[in-house]
């Protein structure tokens, strides 16, 4: 009896086993079949915000010195930013190649990372939940364009993630390093690490426990008091007296906020489908009478909840980015992933695996269409490759018509492409400055206006050329002025 005991044990181990490593190989593959998918993409120019606050400062920085301090980098770039993300990136371009190639693969990695965030799961996990978060974060458009983009809201979504694992599985001093990471890539992840500090307090009184240990974490802030500190000495403020003054708390502005940020999280992107689904597993769960069992959530799925709920109400108070809620999309689909496969623990596996399969190919066919849309979604989705494209239309167009040597008024981004030749737009050494129409500049090149120039009174506008391309609007005037003609 033992020796067949002993023989049921053996099989067990090697089946468990190679359910494992047909789980490290799933991952494997998936992840490069999407790497390569993405690879085509990683000498786009820079973006927006990539060329005017967050890849320039990489840039800036690595002509100079590769350092935390607040005067490595103009308050212009900076913006009174934690420097950690412009180090990371730029350290990583100093080993490389050192140009956007190298900055877009070093996102691209962080990327990975995520959708393999999953594999430290080990104890009583089950496979489905990790393929199931892989496979839907992959889905998801806003997930797809900033695994390629210059942004911290990646870094943000990876480090959140680790610390909410770290936190959950009792790493004390990993967390502790996570979270002191985190805040130094950006600022606003305070809200992610105390509404953690809040969950603890919670979750202690409920234990009657000594809350005041909860505060223990809130040494992982220290590294960002100390920057900010060293901030007020080296240039006079704490924080950058633009954003300051962003900060909005009157309801009607932060209500409609919260309610646009709420809809994009929960169901733009064709997210409303999963909301679907836990309306159904609800549903079904209220008909079996097991709505109890239900509605104990693990601590993931409640982490998530908060983290979310805080993030949400935070920037709502703020300027309004959808792409700043990329990590509550990220938790929301950890939270699905989890909160379903839970739910149908008890259901046969073949049903189980059919069910999660069939929603995850609905996911990919939703979002279709936004491959095919022509509306421009700035950086939520891969709408910003058309709006690039446009702009080294422009660049092309300014080189065949000699138009450098003449004082150009570019519309933002564009009148920093000419800037430095790594961004991406062209190859020259020269550096084109933009002219403001006050300042004598002689041609206005404008994309996706909504009318004619916005120029002064007292000059006169020409048009020369005009057309449309992937959606946008190009005019080229001549500018004089009126007492001139």
């Given amino acids: 009896m033992r020796l067949l005991l002993s023989r049921f044990k053996v099989r067990t181990t090697n089946f468990d086993l190679s359910n494992k490593l047909l789980v490290n190989l799933g991952f494997l593959t998936i992840s490069l079949i999407y790497f390569t998918w993405q690879f085509k993409h990683l000498s786009e120019p820079l973006f927006w915000d990539e060329i005017g606050v967050y890849g320039r400062g990489v840039f800036e920085m690595l002509d100079n010195k590769q350092s935390l301090h607040p005067e490595a980098l103009s308050p212009n770039i900076s913006r009174g930013h934690p420097l950690m993300f412009h180090y990371l990136y730029s350290t990583f371009a100093k080993f490389t190649n050192g140009d956007v190639f190298c900055l877009r693969l070093f996102s691209l990695l962080l990327s990975l990372a995520v959708l393999n ?23 998801q458009p806003i997930f797809q364009a900033q695994s390629i983009l210059i942004l911290p809201e990646l870094l943000v979504l990876l480090l959140t993630l680790l610390a909410v694992w770290s936190y959950v599985e009792e790493r004390h001093l990993f967390f502790f390093a996570i979270a002191s990471y985190l805040v130094l ?161 008890r259901l046969d596996t073949k049903v189980k695996y059919a069910f999660v399969l069939t929603v995850l190919m609905l996911q990919f066919v939703f ?22 494209a446009v702009q080294k239309e422009v660049v092309s167009y300014i080189d065949s018509k000699n138009l450098s040597a003449n004082k150009l008024n570019l519309v933002f981004p564009l009148n920093y492409a000419f800037h430095d030749p790594r961004y991406g737009f062209y190859s020259g050494k020269a550096k084109v400055p933009s002219y403001s129409v006050a300042s004598g500049a002689t041609d206005v090149i404008l994309i996706w206006p909504p009318g004619g120039p916005q120029g002064k009174d007292g000059f006169q506008y020409s048009l020369i050329k005009q057309w449309v391309s992937n959606g946008f609007e190009v005019k080229h005037y001549k500018v004089s002025p009126i007492d001139d003609m």
């Avoid at 992610?192 to 505060?215: E, P, T």
């Avoid at 979002?367 to 910003?384: A, G």
């Fill in 367 to 388: 979002q279709n269409h936004m491959w095919t849309s022509k509306e421009f979604s700035y950086d939520e989705d891969f709408s910003f490759l058309r709006y690039n």
């Fill in 117 to 139: 965030f999953t594999l430290l799961f080990t104890k009583g996990c089950d496979p489905l939940f990790k393929f199931s978060f892989l496979i839907l974060l992959i889905a």
């Fill in 185 to 345: 890539v950006k600022e606003t992840s305070v809200i992610i690490v105390g509404a953690i500090i809040f969950y603890d307090m919670c979750r202690r009184v409920y234990m009657r426990r000594n809350v005041l240990h909860s505060f223990g974490y809130a040494f992982s802030f220290l590294p960002l008091l100390i920057f900010f500190i060293i901030q007020k000495q080296s240039l006079g403020w704490y924080f950058f007296p633009y954003h300051t003054s962003g900060f909005n708390l009157d309801w009607g502005p932060v209500s409609e906020n919260f309610i646009r940020y709420c809809s994009f999280i929960f169901l733009e992107q064709h997210r409303f489908s999963l909301v679907l689904v836990l309306g159904l597993v609800f549903l079904v769960s209220l008909y079996q009478k097991d709505v109890k069992h239900l509605l104990r959530l693990t601590r993931y799925e409640r982490l998530s909840l908060m983290i979310i709920l805080f993030l949400t109400l935070f920037y709502s108070t703020t300027f309004y980015m959808n792409r700043y809620v990329l990590v509550c999309v990220g938790l929301f689909i950890m939270f699905f992933s989890s909160f379903v496969l839970r739910a149908f623990n």
